[in-house]
Structure formats: C-alpha cells, structure tokens
C-alpha cells in the first residue's frame, strides 16, 4: 500500500466517481480505477459496489476510509513540519485551560510571537486531565494548568504564579460589601459553575461537602462567558480567578475562606525540553514570570 494509492482511495470516496476523482487528482481514470483495484487485491475486501458511473462505499470501505483521513492528516501536518525546517520555522503545541485561556495565556501568547515570530504556536483548550493526557500521548508540548496540587514526578513544570479562586457578585449583592466570606453563608446564594468535568468545579464541590454544605446550582457551562454574563444580570454568582477582577469593573470579586490559593503551572514531559522551541518559550515564561 503506497501514500498515492491512499490518496487516490480518499478522492475516489470524495467524489462516489472514477473519473470525478482521476480529474481532481490530473490522472487518467484506468489508471485509478486500476489502483483502487490492487488496493481491494491487497486489503481481501471489497471496498466499492460499482454501479455504472458511480460507486457506494461498503461497510469496510467506510472503516478504511476513516483510517486514510486520520493517515494523510498526520503526513500533511509531518509534510509541513519537515519543510519548514530548512527555513527556521517550528511549531509549538500548548494546551490551555479554560481559566488561563480567559487570563494568562494571551498576552503571554501575543508577547511570544511577538518575540520570536518564527515560532508557530499551535493551542487547544481543555480540562486539565485531558490536557496531561495529551503529554503522556506526546500530542502537545506543554500544558498551562490551575491546580491545588503540584505535577507528579513524572512532568516536569514551572510555577508562573498563585491565583486565588474567587466569588464574583454584581455590586448591589448583599455579599459585594464583604472582602471575605464563610462558604456556609453561600447556602442560599445561586451558582452558576463550570461543568463537573472541569478539575475547579471538582474543588468547589468538595470544599462545600467537607463544610456540610449543599450549594445552590442554577446553571453549569463549559464557557467563562456564561459565567459572566450570569453574574452580570443578577441571576447567579460564579467562582472565577482574580484576574478576572482586573477585567471586570462592575463585578465585586469576595474571597472565600476554606479556598487555598492554586498554582497556575506550565507542565511539560521529562524528557522533551530539549527542543530549541521548546527551551525558548520556557525561558521567555521564567522571564515573563520570575521566580519568587
């Protein structure tokens, strides 16, 4: 099996069409329709049912077709890679979570590129279990994440702050005029919350359980957005991060006592700071955030 007969294979399931697909690809259509042939020889199935003009995948075609996306997807991101090493560029991988999408990461982002515009950097924004996952699948470089807990041995990190998890409230709230509170008072106050996947909602259900609370939920989210347009009409409060108070003129942020401060990390596996890119975006984020 040959890169042009995968290639030839994914255009043919494009177009349902031989000479559909020999056309796109500059090709005489015996010459597919020969290969597609030696590709059903060398896979024992059918792939195709012919019909005049036109063909319909069968059930193993479709399941090779999957496969032959995914593969030429991988070749063309290697493809890229590859060339454009001789020109100075490479690619970082980083995934975010959420709160660092909305706080830290951009302007750390935008400063990066600005620095060294030859380096390309690719992002995703996930939980933070995802997100170590994605390491351990050496799918991306590094991960910012917000956690109570340090990284295990297994990952290397760098500590670029502490952020307190904070209540924020619209200004004419009871609780706007408290710079801290007790999570039993928040009994009776409407939530709104992240979903149950995320790690920060995880941490806010166990502190109120620890203090025999049962809180308020009225609506989950994946989106910060939510969360702030919630507080902003008065219909809940939200747990966000103190930087957000910086962003946010008509909101109150409270401190709530049983909550510790986090640590908001940039996490990379043991064995993978000796990319050039990857010791240089760790070095501007040490001089971005300097050790304290």
Request: charged fraction near 25%.
């Amino acid at each position: 099996m040959t890169l042009m007969q995968i290639e030839y294979y994914v255009a043919v399931c494009k177009y349902r069409n031989f000479t559909k697909a020999a056309g796109e690809l500059h090709i005489s259509q015996p010459g597919i329709s020969k290969s597609m042939r030696e590709l059903e020889e060398e896979c024992g199935v059918a792939l195709f049912e012919r019909n005049h003009n036109n063909i319909v995948i069968t059930k193993e075609g479709e399941i090779l077709l999957e496969s032959a996306q995914k593969f030429l997807e991988h070749f063309n991101e290697f493809d890229r890679i590859a060339h454009s090493l001789d020109c100075g560029k490479s690619i970082l991988k980083i995934g975010v979570v959420p709160m660092c999408g909305n706080t830290v990461f951009p302007c750390l982002h935008r400063d990066f590129l600005e620095a060294f515009p030859d380096i390309q950097i690719k992002t995703i924004e996930e939980t933070a279990s995802v997100l170590y996952d994605l390491l351990d699948q050496h799918e991306i470089d590094f991960a910012l994440c917000v956690t109570n807990h340090l990284p295990d041995e297994h990952y290397r990190y760098y500590i670029l702050k502490k952020s307190c998890l904070e209540l924020f409230v619209p200004k004419n709230s009871p609780l706007s005029g408290r710079g801290t509170v007790d999570i039993c008072e928040l009994e009776n106050v409407p939530l709104v919350l992240f979903s149950d996947h995320f790690g920060q909602t995880k941490y806010i259900r166990r502190v109120f359980s620890l203090n025999g609370v049962q809180p308020m939920i009225l609506h989950q989210t994946n989106q910060a957005f939510t969360i702030l347009e919630y507080i902003r009409s008065q219909v809940a409060s939200g747990f966000l991060s103190e930087e957000f108070a910086a962003e946010e003129a008509d909101l109150v942020p409270v401190r709530i006592a049983q909550f510790s401060a986090a640590y908001v990390n940039l996490v990379w596996a043991q064995d993978e700071s000796g990319y050039p890119s990857m010791r240089k975006f760790i070095q501007f984020v040490k001089t971005k955030y300097p050790a304290k």
